[in-house]
């Protein structure tokens, strides 16, 4: 009976078959020769239990459908058991006060405009997310997740926050739109489901930001129609639109470019470009970490470039491209050493999707009511926290786990 079972344990493919059979006593024979040993009893329930185990269907994990120059993290589950990426956190909470400051010194008059490249955080968010959704999702449709559902998830985690911050622009939008002959209650009505509207100068004149989760939606579709394309077609697509977002930048003079009607392939450019690039070093880098000592400069880098780059040169739009060419992907890299402040990086992840959809109404709000830039600024990061707060406390109310800011 004990080779029997291990013959079950090393072929899990054989078939159940039937009970083994225990013959009755004879009765020309005493019982004590017939009973089961209570080793072997308990061999016997073994067995049974094991039959029953292996009754159920085997689940195997797919092979990666798409060839065999993903490396096999790529495919190794990274969803809500998955390590939280600390720096990643700290570096999307740098990216997302640069926006809130570059606004601020547009807004209000007098004050400095210390981060006139600021709009270069956009780009490095395509590549965080393109980082990111592969290294969470792509192992899910390889196991079977329906492209619509991962599309709806991803509506679903970004359409609230930022039809909130649609909301609160309602009573500003005439001003907004000052001198644009416009039925204002369409432009509204298309900006709050995350459309761009065709009328006004701007896509998105209900939420300015919005332009940018438009085209992270639109890049978030294409991926789950398109996850299975092999890793060397990925790269080809992202040298294209290289090329595309160096005309964008050569014709332009610079990369703020996407959130104004007539931009729409710009804005195209610029997700292709910086999205597939987070794609491909998911692929090829996986969690790999650089010397802990790397993330100082990552952190410091890119608010650093925000602010210098324009001193140097501001007319150049090579700084613009440089930056999504040549500095966007190490910082983020770095970010993947960083293991300390993890307190303060989580914070600072989880701040970063709120105050990057609601600061701009904000800003409007705190203008409105006669507060300076900083104190503005100020509250645009307190609002965002009790927000963060109380989606926190709604998602334990509905039994959900709380999620991180992607």
């Not at 600021?118 to 980082?131: C, E, Q």
Request: proline share 7%.
């Amino acid at each position: 009976m004990g080779v029997r079972l291990l013959e079950r344990v090393e072929k899990p493919e054989a078939r159940i078959g039937p009970p083994i059979p225990i013959q009755p006593a004879s009765p020309t024979k005493s019982s004590g020769d017939n009973l089961l040993t209570p080793a072997e009893c308990r061999a016997l329930r073994h067995l049974t239990r094991l039959r029953k185990a292996m009754a159920a269907p085997l689940v195997q994990r797919p092979k990666p459908p798409y060839g065999s120059d993903v490396q096999a993290t790529s495919f190794r589950p990274a969803g809500a058991g998955a390590e939280r990426l600390h720096g990643l956190d700290a570096l999307r909470g740098i990216a997302a006060m640069a926006v809130v400051v570059m606004h601020a010194s547009v807004l209000f008059p007098g004050f400095p405009d210390l981060f006139p490249r600021g709009y270069l955080a956009v780009d490095f968010f395509f590549m965080l997310s393109g980082y990111v959704m592969a290294r969470t999702y792509e192992a899910r449709l390889a196991n079977g997740m329906p492209a619509r559902r991962f599309f709806i998830a991803r509506y679903k985690r970004l359409w609230p926050t930022m039809a909130l911050g649609g909301v609160l622009f309602i009573p500003f939008l005439a001003e907004g739109t000052r001198g644009e002959d416009l039925v204002l209650w369409k432009v509204a009505l298309v900006n709050l489901v995350l459309l761009p509207n065709p009328w006004a100068g701007n896509y998105f004149a209900l939420n300015v930001p919005g332009w940018s989760i438009f085209f992270e939606l639109v890049a978030n579709a294409a991926h789950a129609l398109l996850w299975k394309a092999r890793t060397w077609l990925l790269g080809l697509l992202a040298g294209v639109s290289m090329v595309g977002l160096a005309k964008a930048a050569h014709a332009f003079g610079h990369l703020d470019l996407g959130s104004r009607n007539g931009e729409l392939w710009a804005g195209l450019a610029r997700v292709a470009t910086a999205y597939t690039m987070g794609v491909l070093t998911w692929r090829l880098w996986g969690e790999r970490r650089l010397d802990p000592l790397t993330a100082l400069p990552a952190l410091v880098a890119m608010p650093l470039w925000f602010a210098v780059a324009d001193k140097i040169d501001g007319t150049n739009w090579l700084w613009d491209i440089a930056f999504v060419a040549f500095v966007a992907l190490p910082v983020l890299l770095g970010g993947l050493a960083m293991t300390g402040a993890q307190a303060i990086s989580r914070w600072a992840g989880e701040l970063s999707f709120p105050i990057y959809a609601i600061h701009y109404p904000l800003l409007y709000w705190f203008r409105a009511a006669g507060l300076p830039a900083p104190a503005a600024i100020a509250g645009c990061v307190v609002a965002a926290w009790l927000l963060v707060l109380v989606q926190q406390n709604w998602r334990t109310a509905l039994g959900r786990p709380a999620k991180g800011a992607t």
